[in-house]
Structures are given as structure tokens and as C-alpha cells.
């Protein structure tokens, strides 16, 4: 099943949309409270909306309830949680920027921080209202780079922080003498040796059916080699060798390599995919860091795999990763903004921030936080932080990257699509796609 966005086109609908009002249950509040006073806003109600982070919405639930309950006791604010798949979470913020009719608090993906702030339906966190949470300075400088471009108020904080690695399955390396592989041409080369479809063995897995992970590789993978989907004035650019040996290069890891199961054009979230991970019979797995937590819920110890950064290709440059996570907002007006504000800090705080990272598996953006996670696993303990100092690039900051991501992810995922029917994807097929993806930019 295919995954449905809204129109490309709808971003630049919302820049001159107003956003209607949200969920309110008390009378206007003024934006922030007196440093002393913990129950200024008693009584208030506050609808969340969360990614999910977790193994399962359920699994999200189990989490965040309980601190919820907390947040209650402490400030006498109620919180309505709500968790949103990811695969609903663009299309969904967008229609309530729209309609108005949304939550007063909610988490979105950092690589669509730009996109929102341009539709003007979210808070800016300007100098009060960053001095409230506890300043710009408390948080690292790399995941302070997905709030937005520098300059103007952001109107997204880091919430979680998550990096890409390469997830390979150390019994089957070790079964077959292998090292995990440090280019690409080592990748493939591996992955092929590991592929085994007559004993339903695969040397790689990837949800292939899915447009956010589709554009997020094509986006590391141009990186590797050079190159952006965007230009130096953030202006697309889809068309160049850059973008189409990207695309390339992923889709053949099943057309031509033929090391990926067709079946996984099927897999429009990463839940199947990290499902067949966790089976033992794939031998890598491209994912962000709170697979972990996910490979755990369906009964993988992280000491049965390891990881590595996403290798590149011979010569390439050294980009493993974008600067992902998720960030926190706030519907500009909201009738409780200064409990909102009041909940962005509690979220943020150095305490919440170690306890729901270390439950996430992902990594604390809030300085002086310990990854603590991945402490009783010293090799992932290592790598995740490596990964984001010598492997990271932040995403493009420009406020179209949402709609990169329908065309560009959705058009991988078409092609994908093509190759799991019987149908050769050639070069020429993927310039085609990216021309159309880049005329549906406007």
C-alpha cells in the first residue's frame, strides 16, 4: 500500500494560511509564567500529538504515560496524548495548519523544521520564549542545526536525535569470514555473498514501500557522492549525476544486485523490515538508532549485531548520515501557550531528556545528557556518537524539503515498486522520475 501525502504544492498554500484555532479547554493565557510559580496554569488541558518512537504505538503509550502523569503532578496540566504513525505525521500537520483544527503540542521530524516554519502556523521561540525553556545554549550544536536556518526563530526544539548506522548481523558475518564493510563496493560485495533466496536469506533489508526513508537515503547517498538535491540558493536540483547514481545505487541493490527481497517494495513503514532483521536471516540493515529499541521489542539483543557507519562509495566523501530526529512545536495560537511552554521544558529538561532517550534508544540533543541507552553496550555506546561527529551532514534547510520528500520518496518507491513486478529500472528511468519529481516543485 502506497503511502498518501498531500499535494506538493500545499506548503506554498500555507505560507499564506492562518491557522484556526486549536484545542483549547481554558481561557487565554498570557506566554510564559513567573519563574516561581509551578501551578500557574493548573487546570489547563493540552492535546499532544507524538511520533512514534517506540517499537509500537501501544509501546509509545507505555512510555510516555507515565511521565505525562508526572508533568500532571508537578504543574496540575493535564496532557491528552495522541501518537502518530510517521507515515501520517507530514500529511496530518499539514491539514490541521490548514483547518485549524490540531493539537496545541506536538513532535514532527526535524527534516520538516523549514517546511513548517514557512506555512507561519507554528510559535516562534524567540529570545522569551527560548530563555523559559532554558536557552538556545542548552542544547548541542549539531541538533541545534535541525531547528532551522540561522537568523530567524526557530519554531521547533530537539526533542530526540538519531543518526543512520549500518545494523549487520554478526552470526552470519561470522558464519560466512566476513568483516562488516567500510565502502560500498564492500557492501554489495558482501550483501551478494550472504544472499541466499532459495533458504530465504537476504544481504540486505530496506522498507523499500516508503517514501521518507526513500528520500532520506537518496539524500546521504548524493552526499556521498558530492552532491544535493538542492542548490546553493535552496532552489531544486534534482537532475545531476549526483541524484541519479544515488537513486541508482539504491534501487539496484535490488534490480540488478538483487541482494534485497522483492517484497519489501511492500513495506510501506520499517516495521516489516526490522521484523525480518530481527529474524536472522539478513545480513544488514541501513536504520536510524532507535532501531534499537525496535529490534529489541521483537527479542534481538543489540549483542547479536553491530553497527557501522553507512559505507560510501571508493573515493566518496565520508557521509553516513544526516542530522535526524524530532523536534517539539506549538500551533502559534494555541489558547495555552505558556503551559505549552511549560511542557516543551519539562520535555526537554535534563531528566526527562535522559530518561525517554534512554527509553527511545536515541540520542539525547540537550548538553551534559549521558547516552545512557546504550550503556550496557559499549560498541553502540561508540559508534552512535562517532557516527554523528564524522559521518553527519544536517538535512537542506529550505522550506520545500517536505515536498522533496513526497516527490523524490515517492518516486523511489515507484520504482521500486516497478522492479518488484518483473519491470528493469534503468538510468534513463531514473532521470525520468527525478525530471518529474523536479517539475512537480514548481
Same mark, same amino acid.
Given at each position: 500500500?502506497?503511502?498518501?501525502?498531500?499535494?506538493?504544492?500545499?506548503?506554498?498554500?500555507?505560507?499564506?494560511?492562518?491557522?484556526?484555532?486549536?484545542?483549547?479547554?481554558?481561557?487565554?493565557?498570557?506566554?510564559?509564567?513567573?519563574?516561581?510559580?509551578?501551578?500557574?496554569?493548573?487546570?489547563?488541558?493540552?492535546?499532544?500529538?507524538?511520533?512514534?518512537?517506540?517499537?509500537?504505538?501501544?509501546?509509545?503509550?507505555?512510555?510516555?504515560?507515565?511521565?505525562?502523569?508526572?508533568?500532571?503532578?508537578?504543574?496540575?496540566?493535564?496532557?491528552?496524548?495522541?501518537?502518530?504513525?510517521?507515515?501520517?505525521?507530514?500529511?496530518?500537520?499539514?491539514?490541521?495548519?490548514?483547518?485549524?483544527?490540531?493539537?496545541?503540542?506536538?513532535?514532527?521530524?526535524?527534516?520538516?523544521?523549514?517546511?513548517?516554519?514557512?506555512?507561519?502556523?507554528?510559535?516562534?521561540?524567540?529570545?522569551?520564549?527560548?530563555?523559559?525553556?532554558?536557552?538556545?545554549?542548552?542544547?548541542?550544536?549539531?541538533?541545534?542545526?535541525?531547528?532551522?536556518?540561522?537568523?530567524?526563530?526557530?519554531?521547533?526544539?530537539?526533542?530526540?536525535?538519531?543518526?543512520?548506522?549500518?545494523?549487520?548481523?554478526?552470526?552470519?558475518?561470522?558464519?560466512?569470514?566476513?568483516?562488516?564493510?567500510?565502502?560500498?563496493?564492500?557492501?554489495?560485495?558482501?550483501?551478494?555473498?550472504?544472499?541466499?533466496?532459495?533458504?530465504?536469506?537476504?544481504?540486505?533489508?530496506?522498507?523499500?514501500?516508503?517514501?521518507?526513508?526513500?528520500?532520506?537515503?537518496?539524500?546521504?547517498?548524493?552526499?556521498?557522492?558530492?552532491?544535493?538535491?538542492?542548490?546553493?540558493?535552496?532552489?531544486?536540483?534534482?537532475?545531476?549525476?549526483?541524484?541519479?547514481?544515488?537513486?541508482?545505487?539504491?534501487?539496484?541493490?535490488?534490480?540488478?544486485?538483487?541482494?534485497?527481497?522483492?517484497?519489501?517494495?511492500?513495506?510501506?513503514?520499517?516495521?516489516?523490515?526490522?521484523?525480518?532483521?530481527?529474524?536472522?536471516?539478513?545480513?544488514?540493515?541501513?536504520?536510524?538508532?532507535?532501531?534499537?529499541?525496535?529490534?529489541?521489542?521483537?527479542?534481538?539483543?543489540?549483542?547479536?549485531?553491530?553497527?557501522?557507519?553507512?559505507?560510501?562509495?571508493?573515493?566518496?566523501?565520508?557521509?553516513?548520515?544526516?542530522?535526524?530526529?524530532?523536534?517539539?512545536?506549538?500551533?502559534?495560537?494555541?489558547?495555552?501557550? @505558556?503551559?505549552?511552554?511549560? !511542557?516543551? $521544558?519539562?520535555? =526537554?529538561?535534563?531528566?526527562?531528556? #535522559?530518561?525517554?532517550? /534512554? &527509553?527511545?534508544?536515541?540520542?539525547?540533543?540537550?548538553?551534559?545528557?549521558?547516552?545512557?541507552?546504550?550503556?550496557?553496550?559499549?560498541?553502540?555506546?561508540?559508534?552512535?556518537?562517532?557516527?554523528?561527529?564524522?559521518?553527519?551532514?544536517?538535512?537542506?534547510?529550505?522550506?520545500?524539503?517536505?515536498?522533496?520528500?513526497?516527490?523524490?520518496?515517492? @518516486?523511489?518507491?515507484?520504482? !521500486?515498486? $516497478?522492479?518488484? =513486478?518483473?519491470?528493469?529500472?534503468? #538510468?534513463?528511468?531514473? /532521470? &525520468?522520475?527525478?525530471?518529474?519529481?523536479?517539475?512537480?516543485?514548481?
Amino acid at each position: 500500500m502506497k503511502i498518501r501525502f498531500l499535494a506538493a504544492g500545499t506548503a506554498a498554500v500555507l505560507l499564506a494560511t492562518t491557522l484556526g484555532a486549536c484545542t483549547s479547554s481554558a481561557p487565554q493565557q498570557s506566554g510564559s509564567a513567573p519563574a516561581d510559580a509551578s501551578k500557574a496554569f493548573a487546570g489547563t488541558t493540552l492535546k499532544y500529538w507524538a511520533t512514534n518512537q517506540g517499537s509500537t504505538l501501544d509501546n509509545d503509550k507505555e512510555i510516555l504515560q507515565p511521565e505525562l502523569a508526572k508533568f500532571e503532578a508537578k504543574t496540575g496540566i493535564k496532557v491528552n496524548l495522541e501518537v502518530i504513525p510517521w507515515s501520517n505525521m507530514t500529511n496530518n500537520t499539514l491539514q490541521a495548519a490548514v483547518s485549524g483544527q490540531g493539537p496545541d503540542v506536538l513532535n514532527i521530524g526535524n527534516t520538516n523544521a523549514t517546511t513548517f516554519k514557512a506555512t507561519g502556523a507554528f510559535l516562534e521561540f524567540g529570545d522569551a520564549e527560548l530563555a523559559q525553556l532554558g536557552g538556545k545554549d542548552k542544547w548541542v550544536d549539531s541538533a541545534w542545526l535541525t531547528a532551522g536556518p540561522s537568523g530567524t526563530p526557530p519554531t521547533s526544539v530537539p526533542l530526540y536525535s538519531q543518526v543512520y548506522g549500518l545494523f549487520y548481523n554478526k552470526a552470519l558475518f561470522a558464519n560466512a569470514g566476513l568483516q562488516p564493510p567500510s565502502t560500498w563496493e564492500e557492501l554489495v560485495a558482501t550483501a551478494k555473498k550472504l544472499t541466499d533466496p532459495s533458504k530465504g536469506t537476504w544481504g540486505i533489508v530496506a522498507p523499500a514501500g516508503t517514501v521518507n526513508v526513500s528520500m532520506h537515503i537518496q539524500y546521504i547517498f548524493a552526499a556521498q557522492n558530492g552532491g544535493s538535491p538542492f542548490g546553493a540558493d535552496g532552489t531544486p536540483n534534482f537532475v545531476t549525476p549526483e541524484n541519479i547514481s544515488a537513486v541508482t545505487r539504491y534501487i539496484d541493490l535490488m534490480s540488478v544486485d538483487k541482494v534485497m527481497n522483492p517484497a519489501d517494495a511492500q513495506y510501506t513503514d520499517g516495521t516489516k523490515a526490522t521484523i525480518d532483521f530481527a529474524g536472522g536471516k539478513i545480513g544488514m540493515y541501513m536504520a536510524q538508532t532507535g532501531n534499537v529499541n525496535a529490534l529489541t521489542q521483537q527479542g534481538m539483543d543489540p549483542s547479536k549485531y553491530g553497527v557501522v557507519p553507512v559505507p560510501s562509495p571508493a573515493g566518496g566523501k565520508p557521509v553516513g548520515t544526516f542530522i535526524a530526529g524530532t523536534n517539539m512545536s506549538i500551533f502559534k495560537n494555541t489558547q495555552h501557550k @505558556g503551559a505549552a511552554l511549560e !511542557f516543551v $521544558k519539562f520535555m =526537554t529538561s535534563p531528566e526527562e531528556q #535522559e530518561l525517554l532517550n /534512554k &527509553a527511545f534508544n536515541t540520542i539525547p540533543p540537550v548538553k551534559g545528557v549521558p547516552t545512557s541507552a546504550f550503556a550496557k553496550y559499549p560498541e553502540l555506546m561508540a559508534v552512535w556518537p562517532q557516527i554523528l561527529d564524522k559521518n553527519a551532514v544536517p538535512m537542506a534547510l529550505v522550506p520545500t524539503v517536505s515536498a522533496y520528500q513526497t516527490n523524490v520518496g515517492g @518516486g523511489i518507491v515507484g520504482l !521500486f515498486g $516497478k522492479v518488484a =513486478t518483473g519491470s528493469a529500472v534503468s #538510468e534513463n528511468d531514473v /532521470k &525520468a522520475m527525478l525530471q518529474a519529481a523536479q517539475q512537480k516543485m514548481g
